[in-house]
């Protein structure tokens, strides 16, 4: 077989294949003796009948028709694959006016959508930005002061300390509804109440800020509209509940000291430094875990904003169909609805359309910013390098793996998956990476730009599988938000 492609315009190549005459004769033989075993046709035994008595049988032609169609179906995914062309949609094959002949070569002609090439501003090494691998002093005192909050004590402040927003009492309280009757739930002489909480509503609380220790005051609450948590019982009940509040004491939360004898008794460490080298600890290996994928996700941003062109809508849609596709995947696995989802992450339908679409918009720039950098430095996929990939993707058998994809001709996705992940490789290895705040340093002097819209998680290769089409599902790794 014999591949040659023309380039069109508006990302269309033209795609001339022909098969040689010795193929085209053992294709036509193997039809007529496939079609005599598959019919019967009396006065001959199973697979015996000649050629005249089929084509009186089947028709004048109908066996060449079918080898005709065979041929351009079986061949068109070689032929792609030889060409070294990415399809975006089914290809236009061009009207067959003549179908196969014996002796002669057969060709036929296929206009092909493929990606459009796009190119960066630049492709000089990305500038990024990435915390330190190393657990730092202030990550560590953060990672104790969290586990200080869950010790905490409260001390009485001094007298003239007013209650701010967020701040602790100890209420004397006293309840009744509208009729006056006394609301036993709310009454006390001692409770430590904390503004924000939400037990009371907002209203509640504002009527207790500024007041220091020793005042009283009394208000009502109307309790239509209203959420008083503690008071849930009565609310259907009266229409306003009246409150005499007086503040015995204003409190302070306070945290318990770093010492040796708080780390053993309360947490369970020899000491101090045996607290500090666990959650140093716990750092390293959490920051090994996720500045891969961080400085994955904040190399693509910076292509991204060197991407030059705007892209097609259909293939954002198409990107988009295949988030979406994924992403209910994931929500079958995880045994949940869309619904549940959406509750859980609190946005509406709407919202997750829209967050959808932006996310299908970016991963298409991202992919086609990495189609860029792999033309601008010129790889080229082998087929060792192929044979490899399937080799170490733990396939029982890859080389039958292997050759069902080649046979199948679908070897174009694995190649561009295999580009892409190389391109990505590359601008993560040369990337200059320097300490948070870095590049905001370097740009002070220049207007300040909008904010970037943070990229979501790129999408990994896709490793050789059992799948025809070579594709997986990999979006998102969780459903996304």
């Known amino acids: 077989m014999e591949t040659k492609v023309e380039v069109l315009s508006d990302s269309k190549v033209k795609l001339t294949v022909t098969i040689d005459a010795k193929e085209v004769d053992q294709r036509i033989a193997k039809t007529y003796k496939d079609f005599a075993y598959k019919y019967n046709f009396p006065g001959f035994r199973k697979g015996k009948a000649p050629r005249p008595v089929i084509d009186n049988a089947l028709g004048a032609?109908?066996?060449?028709?079918?080898?005709?169609?065979?041929?351009?179906?079986?061949?068109?995914?070689?032929?792609?694959?030889?060409?070294?062309?990415?399809?975006?949609?089914?290809?236009?094959?061009?009207?067959?006016?003549?179908?196969?002949?014996?002796?002669?070569?057969?060709?036929?002609?296929?206009?092909?959508?493929?990606l459009p090439e796009y190119e960066l501003s630049n492709y000089d090494p990305v500038e990024i930005e990435l915390p330190g691998e190393a657990a730092t002093e202030m990550e560590i005192v953060q990672q104790i002061d969290a586990l200080r909050e869950h010790y905490y004590e409260y001390e009485e402040a001094p007298a003239d300390t007013a209650l701010a927003e967020g701040g602790h009492a100890d209420l004397a309280m006293e309840a009744s509804d509208d009729k006056g009757e006394r609301i036993e739930a709310a009454c006390t002489t001692s409770r430590l109440y904390s503004l924000g909480s939400g037990f009371y509503p907002p209203e509640f609380d504002e009527q207790l800020v500024g007041l220091k220790k020793g005042d009283k005051k009394s208000f009502d609450l109307d309790t239509k509209d209203s959420l008083f948590?503690?008071?849930?019982?009565?609310?259907?009940?009266?229409?306003?509940?009246?409150?005499?509040?007086?503040?015995?004491?204003?409190?302070?939360?306070?945290?318990?000291?770093?010492?040796?004898?708080?780390?053993?008794?309360?947490?369970?460490?020899?000491?101090?430094?045996?607290?500090?080298?666990?959650?140093?600890?716990?750092?390293?290996?959490?920051?090994?875990?996720?500045?891969?994928?961080?400085?994955?996700?904040?190399?693509?941003?910076?292509?991204?904003?060197?991407?030059?062109?705007?892209?097609?809508?259909?293939?954002?849609?198409?990107?988009?169909?295949?988030?979406?596709?994924?992403?209910?995947?994931?929500?079958?696995?995880?045994?949940?609805?869309?619904?549940?989802?959406?509750?859980?992450?609190?946005?509406?339908?709407?919202?997750?359309?829209?967050?959808?679409?932006?996310?299908?918009?970016?991963?298409?720039?991202?992919?086609?910013?990495?189609?860029?950098?792999?033309?601008?430095?010129?790889?080229?996929?082998?087929?060792?390098?192929?044979?490899?990939?399937?080799?170490?993707?733990?396939?029982?058998?890859?080389?039958?793996?292997?050759?069902?994809?080649?046979?199948?001709?679908?070897?174009?996705?694995?190649?561009?998956?295999?580009?892409?992940?190389?391109?990505?490789?590359?601008?993560?290895?040369?990337?200059?990476?320097?300490?948070?705040?870095?590049?905001?340093?370097k740009k002070a002097p220049e207007k300040k730009a909008p904010a970037k819209k943070t990229a979501d998680k790129k999408e990994d290769k896709p490793a050789p599988t059992e799948e025809k089409d070579g594709k997986e599902a990999d979006h998102p790794d969780k459903p996304e938000e």
């Open 229 to 441: 948590v503690g008071l849930a019982d009565v609310l259907d009940k009266t229409e306003t509940i009246h409150f005499d509040i007086e503040v015995k004491a204003v409190k302070e939360k306070t945290l318990p000291e770093v010492t040796d004898e708080w780390a053993k008794e309360s947490l369970g460490f020899e000491g101090v430094e045996d607290l500090r080298d666990r959650i140093r600890e716990s750092i390293d290996q959490s920051k090994a875990d996720t500045l891969p994928r961080l400085k994955e996700n904040q190399c693509l941003i910076e292509l991204v904003d060197r991407f030059e062109g705007e892209v097609p809508d259909a293939m954002v849609e198409s990107t988009e169909a295949d988030l979406l596709q994924n992403f209910f995947k994931q929500l079958q696995a995880q045994n949940t609805s869309l619904d549940a989802y959406l509750a859980q992450q609190n946005i509406d339908i709407d919202t997750f359309r829209g967050d959808i679409k932006n996310q299908a918009a970016e991963v298409t720039k991202q992919d086609l910013a990495l189609d860029a950098w792999a033309r601008h430095k010129k790889y080229e996929i082998t087929d060792q390098d192929i044979t490899e990939e399937f080799e170490q993707s733990g396939a029982e058998d890859p080389k039958a793996l292997e050759k069902d994809w080649r046979e199948n001709g679908q070897l174009h996705v694995l190649k561009q998956s295999m580009l892409r992940v190389r391109a990505m490789n590359d601008v993560m290895d040369t990337a200059i990476i320097g300490e948070p705040g870095s590049k905001q340093a």
């Open 61 to 114: 032609g109908g066996v060449l028709a079918t080898v005709t169609d065979d041929l351009v179906s079986e061949t068109y995914p070689h032929a792609v694959d030889e060409g070294g062309i990415h399809p975006v949609a089914k290809p236009e094959i061009e009207e067959i006016k003549e179908a196969v002949e014996n002796g002669k070569p057969f060709s036929y002609v296929a206009v092909v959508s493929v």
